[in-house]
Each structure stands twice: as structure tokens, then as C-alpha cells.
């Protein structure tokens, strides 16, 4: 049997424990109690291995050492492992419905077979997902496009990095255009492997739960408008 005491300090605890909960609801309908770090849903248009091999330890090492990071490979593949762009929109679809954020590190020229990828993004954008992309390059013996004619320079409210290969210098091959939010310069180490864009997504993760991704395009926006730059620097969006 338990005393009148005991009872007591029973009812105590469960009353406190209640508004305990209580209160925590509360702060987690204002807004005050901040979500978990969102995943980056990772697409390539290279080789499965890729991506366990060089992709997933970059992020791992620049991401600061936050363990909450993560970066998973959505990428389509066929049986040879390589990139299956036929399979590519069902498997955007399959992204859930969380607040994400989806890193394309490729880009090419838009076309009829790609179009349905600004419907589809557009969609996850407005659903509160943030879409990241690389400027992107384009291939051996290929003409070089503005952005506005290439996949995600169409779309908008995509967040399009570029890379720097010297102090303000493009790769010769580089696509090239407004839309581009700014071109990321790694480190001496890093320069010439197409790594900046990846390099600007692994330190943003980190600080991406502390605002919407309309909060942040708008951010984004104002930082660039404000900077001296032709290029602003990566910490000064960071």
C-alpha cells in the first residue's frame, strides 16, 4: 500500500511532468524547439561508386564534424551502375515530405526529355524543400550555354553554385549566367575536382534547421545584393 505521503508526492510528479509536456508543446507549435538537421538527398550523373568513395567522406570531413549530417545517395541507377535518368523523376518522388534538401551535382542543357524536372522541383520547392545545384560544365567538345538555357538556371528558386578556378575565373567550360547565386573557391588542394559546389552544401547543412527555405532564399538574396564581390565569398552567405 502507498501512504498518504507517498500519494501525494505521486500526484506531484505526474502534475509536473504533465505541464512539463504541456510546455514543450506549446514551444514546439510557436516554432521554439528547432527541427532535426534535414538530409541532403544526393544526385549524380556519375558511377554508383562514386559516391561511397569520394562524395560521402568530402561531406563528412567539410560538414565541420557534425554528427547529425547527413548525406544519402538518391541517385538512380541501372544494373552497370550507372546514372538511370529514365528511373530519375520517380525517384525525386520518392523523396519524403520532410524539410530537405535535394543537391544536383550536374547540370546540362535543357530539353524536351528533361522538362518535367522543373514541374516536379518546383513543386518540392514550394512544399519546403531547398534545391541546390551545380552550376555545372560543359562536356569535352561541347558548346557552352548560358545557365538560362540549362536545366536548373530555368527553374526557379534553385540555389546554384559555381567553382572558382583562380581569384575571380570561371572554368573555361563552365555555364555561366545570373541565376548563379556564386562560384565557391576551394581550397589550393581541392582546386580543378569540381568539389566547391559540394563543399558550399557540406558547410550549410549544418546551419540550414535555423530557417525555412524561403527564409533562406531570401537570405541568400540580400547577401549578394550586398556584397562587393563579383563572387561573394562562401562565409559571407555562411
Same mark, same amino acid.
Given at each position: ?19 512539463a509536456l504541456l ?38 570531413? *567539410? ?78 567538345n561541347s558548346p ?28 573555361? *567550360? ?65
Amino acid at each position: 500500500m502507498v501512504s498518504k505521503g507517498g500519494r501525494n508526492m505521486l500526484c506531484k510528479y505526474i502534475l509536473l511532468g504533465f505541464f512539463a509536456l504541456l510546455g514543450g508543446a506549446r514551444l514546439f507549435a510557436k516554432g521554439a524547439i528547432p527541427s532535426l538537421t534535414p538530409k541532403v538527398y544526393y544526385f549524380s550523373n556519375q558511377k554508383n561508386e562514386i559516391f561511397e568513395s569520394r562524395i560521402k567522406p568530402f561531406f563528412a570531413k *567539410q560538414s565541420l564534424d557534425c554528427k547529425s549530417c547527413q548525406i544519402v545517395d538518391w541517385t538512380p541507377y541501372d544494373e552497370r551502375g550507372e546514372f538511370n535518368f529514365e528511373l530519375l523523376k520517380v525517384q525525386i518522388e520518392k523523396i519524403p515530405e520532410e524539410n530537405a534538401i535535394l543537391f544536383f551535382d550536374w547540370n546540362e542543357k535543357a530539353d524536351p526529355k528533361n522538362e518535367f524536372l522543373e514541374e516536379i522541383l518546383s513543386q518540392k520547392i514550394h512544399k519546403g524543400m531547398l534545391v541546390i545545384a551545380n552550376a555545372g560544365v560543359a562536356k569535352p567538345n561541347s558548346p557552352i550555354i548560358p545557365l538560362n538555357k540549362s536545366i536548373f538556371g530555368r527553374i526557379q528558386d534553385v540555389v546554384i553554385i559555381g567553382e572558382l578556378e583562380g581569384r575571380d575565373v570561371l572554368p573555361a *567550360q563552365g555555364f555561366y549566367g545570373p541565376q548563379m547565386l556564386t562560384a565557391v573557391r576551394p581550397p589550393k588542394e581541392l582546386k580543378g575536382q569540381g568539389l566547391g559546389p559540394l563543399l558550399f552544401v557540406s558547410r550549410f547543412t549544418n546551419l540550414s534547421a535555423k530557417k525555412t527555405a524561403s527564409d533562406w532564399l531570401a537570405y541568400f538574396r540580400e547577401k549578394k545584393a550586398k556584397s562587393r564581390g563579383v563572387w561573394p565569398e562562401m562565409e559571407e552567405f555562411l
